[in-house]
């Protein structure tokens, strides 16, 4: 017997994480979040999308999780995803 699992997309999880009420988006296309989450948020949903995911390690799945909250809109720990992203490439940041 196979199992189904459902897990939600990465960008439901990251707008998840904001605790932002929800927002009917028939009235407003493109909703740009404003929010800020932190580097934790972004591990346990990269831990939840991990199986679901074509990176090799953590740190890939964080990277991606990264480009989502970039593209939801959201800062993480108060900066740009990208910026904490080059932080991950550089080492500073595990």
Known sequence: QAKVSVVPSAGALVIKALK?????????????????????????IA?????????RDLRGVCKEMLGTAQSVGCTVDRKHP??????IDSGEVD
């Open 20 to 44: 932002e009420p929800p927002r009917d988006r028939k009235k407003e296309k493109n909703i740009k979040h404003t929010g800020n989450i932190t580097m934790d948020d972004i591990i346990s």
């Open 47 to 55: 831990r939840i999308m991990k199986p679901r995911s074509c990176a």
């Open 82 to 87: 990208r910026d904490v992203c080059k932080q």
